[in-house]
């Protein structure tokens, strides 16, 4: 469970109560997102499918119908049948620069991963 968290842009960073540091993108473009999945996993494809059937025939073929894990991303099937994609990182600290840059947070560059994360959540939400 998230002890803190804030939204930027495509990105959701999260403070678990362990005090460690998650960063998510969830796209906005969720073909282009289900075409990286795809290609990474050299899954063939239909270019004329739409999000909704492309994302729940890569849920079928890479997890249970209604989400699958691919790599570092999640593929999702919603109750009302769209379809949500997002990304983890392995590496949470080059994505909280990544977004600091993006918003003009100026950080230390000695900041763990959690203090980055902290702190950058909390410039977020205006705190």
Known sequence: MAAKSAISGEYIIQKEESGSIVVYRI???VKASLREIADMKGFQYDPEWNVRQFGRKLCK???DGKLAFVGNYVIRVLESGSIETYRTYD???EALREIAGKIG???DKEWTVRQLGSKLIDFINGK
Do not use: A, P, R, S
């Open 27 to 29: 796209f906005d473009n």
């Open 61 to 63: 073929e890479y997890g």
């Open 91 to 93: 590496v949470q600290k």
């Open 105 to 107: 947070f100026e950080y």
